[in-house]
């Protein structure tokens, strides 16, 4: 209940046509139905709703997953168009979904009308393109519907991959559009950086390829702007070499000073751009579980960065391995270890601090915040709750690599203080009762976090969309100028305000 309360105290101010009620989404539901080509489809709930219980599933099931009226899997750019056209008209609430990952209720679902990018689910390399100066390895293109594990899993024969995500069932289309922390960051930059075209249909139903050269600002505002421009079919990004990855995980219970110990070995001595890690302090059934993912661009295990990490003794789980881009996000899923096992869909909600530097400061902090919590949510059906300290190199964003596409709508800025790394926190509980008390903790993390790294860095810093509580403000996500901006091109591609009965935040 307070997630939903979360969400609209966000948006109360503007009376967002997203979250209104959805009045004749029916009668659209059957008029989209009489106007798709064969290659797409209506389903509903009911008895045999399979399809319709897939197209609204979200990865937060009970708490990010709403009931809608009808799915729709759009099968051509042409339906897409004819989709977005009905529900233009009609002023009918929808969502489009990805992968399902967002956190925040009402991004990508909707009571209205759920458009599932399903599918949209291929994948073609190209060694020759028109974009070859930044993309002289070539190029992919893949569907908007597809999740990262699967692009992965097209590509590792060809031994190519992309800057994508790291962790099993993300999709694609969401994390793009948001900006993309990826294990290749310290080498290539955000996801976004890498992207050289967007097929788009913009919500006027005008189908086209956003690039650099055909549409600057569009092209600028869709790397990190999110849903405000319309509905993506594909992304086009440059293809990147690799043999294989080595990668590992480990984790441990009340082994925090070890890990934290580890980490300042990880942080002192790594240098070389193709190593990447995060750690993971947790409370997790009233004990403290600690995790460690491991990646290296390179087929081999990297000397001494991570020996402080891999001989921490007692250890539950300690694996590493060769791996292909597929193979290697099965091998380090950390998922099934937050999941807590009480028996009910999990609740849950991410937030998220960019962290300038991680002094042991503020690692102290955030352990801080583990037996805070486990006081706190002791009585509240806390299924887990957990602090992924995500390191990046310092700099990492500043524009050296040549082959790095262009400016972006996030981050707001390359230089500092925005080649930040990430806390990203993640609570999982049961039950919606105890929605209030989790929220409050969450939010209670964020804040204590936040003034830590305020303190440390003597500003503050922007969020990061894609891990935010849904009531952040929209200009903390892209910096004042960068919102002028994105409104105005809003305005410019989108002026019946289409896009705004979508869920997410708003420009
Ligand atoms: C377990 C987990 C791990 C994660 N790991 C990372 C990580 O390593 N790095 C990182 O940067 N982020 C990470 N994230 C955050 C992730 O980037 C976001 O949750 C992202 O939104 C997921 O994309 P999706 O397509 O699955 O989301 P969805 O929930 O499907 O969509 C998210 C938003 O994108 C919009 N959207 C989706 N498809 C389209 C489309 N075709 N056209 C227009 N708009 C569209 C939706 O309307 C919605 O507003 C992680 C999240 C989770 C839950």
């Known amino acids: 209940m307070h997630l939903i309360l979360v969400v609209t105290a966000a948006v109360s101010l503007i009376s967002p046509a997203w979250a209104a009620a959805p009045i004749n989404a029916t009668a659209v539901c059957q008029e989209i139905a009489q106007k798709l080509s064969n290659a797409s489809a209506v389903f509903y709930p009911g008895a045999y709703g399979l399809v319709y219980a897939a197209d609204i599933f979200h990865h937060s099931a009970s708490s990010s997953t709403q009931e809608s009226v ?17 529900v233009g008209s009609t002023r009918t609430p929808f969502a489009v979904k990805g992968g399902g990952h967002s956190w925040n209720p009402g991004f990508s679902s909707t009571p209205g009308i759920q458009i599932a990018m399903t599918r949209f689910n291929t994948v073609a390399y190209s060694k020759t393109s028109q974009y070859q100066r930044q993309a002289p390895n070539g190029v992919v293109t893949f569907g908007a519907g597809m999740v990262w594990n699967d692009i992965y899993a097209a590509l590792d024969p060809l031994n190519i991959t992309v ?15 948001g900006g993309g922390y990826s294990f290749f ?22 189908e086209s390829v956003v690039t650099a050269s055909s549409d600057p600002n569009l092209f600028w505002a869709l790397k990190g702007g999110l849903n405000n421009f319309g509905i993506v079919t594909a992304f086009t990004m440059r293809a990147i070499p690799y043999t294989r990855v080595w990668g590992a995980l480990v984790a441990h219970v009340n082994a925090t000073e070890a890990y934290k110990d580890a980490f300042e070995v990880f942080n002192a001595t790594s240098t070389d751009p ?22 290296y661009d390179g087929p081999e295990q990297p000397a001494g960065i991570y020996d402080a990490f891999l001989n921490i003794p007692s250890a539950l789980v300690n694996s590493n391995g ?4 597929s193979g290697l996000l099965a091998a380090v899923n950390v998922g099934g270890l937050l999941s807590g096992g009480t028996g009910d869909q999990p609740r849950g909600q991410s937030g998220i601090v960019l962290i300038e530097t ?12 583990i037996s805070i919590n486990s006081g706190l949510l002791a009585n509240s059906s806390s299924a887990g709750f957990g602090f992924s300290i995500e390191p990046f190199s310092p700099g990492y964003l500043t524009r050296t690599d040549p082959l790095r596409t262009s400016d972006s709508a996030f981050p707001p800025t390359w230089t500092r ?8 926190l993640g609570f999982e509980w049961a039950g919606a009762a105890n929605d209030a008390a989790n929220l409050a903790a969450l939010q209670g993390s964020v804040d204590r976090i936040q003034a830590a790294e305020t303190k440390q860095s003597g500003m503050t810093l922007p969020t990061y969309s894609n891990l935010a509580l849904a009531d ?28 705004q009965l979508a869920g997410g935040f708003k420009v």
């Open 472 to 499: 952040t403000p929209v200009e903390q996500l892209f910096g004042a100028l960068n919102l002028a901006r994105l409104t105005a091109i809003a305005k410019r591609v989108d002026p019946g305000k289409v896009m």
């Open 274 to 295: 193709k190593a990447a890690m995060l750690f993971g302090l947790n409370g997790i059934g009233g004990q403290s579980i600690q995790y460690a993912v491991m990646f």
């Open 417 to 424: 203080p925005y080649s930040a790394s990430l806390c990203n």
């Open 70 to 86: 009808c799915s729709v899997e759009p099968g051509t750019a042409q339906d897409v168009a004819r989709i977005l056209q009905l």
């Open 163 to 177: 800057v994508g995500g790291r962790v099993v069932g993300v999709g694609a289309a969401g994390f793009l559009l």
């Open 322 to 325: 060769t791996f292909t881009m």
């Open 185 to 206: 960051s310290n080498q290539y930059g955000m996801a976004v950086d890498n992207i050289l075209a967007f097929d788009i249909v913009q919500p006027n139903g005008t």
């Open 358 to 369: 991680y002094t042991p400061e503020i690692i102290d902090t955030v352990i801080n915040e």
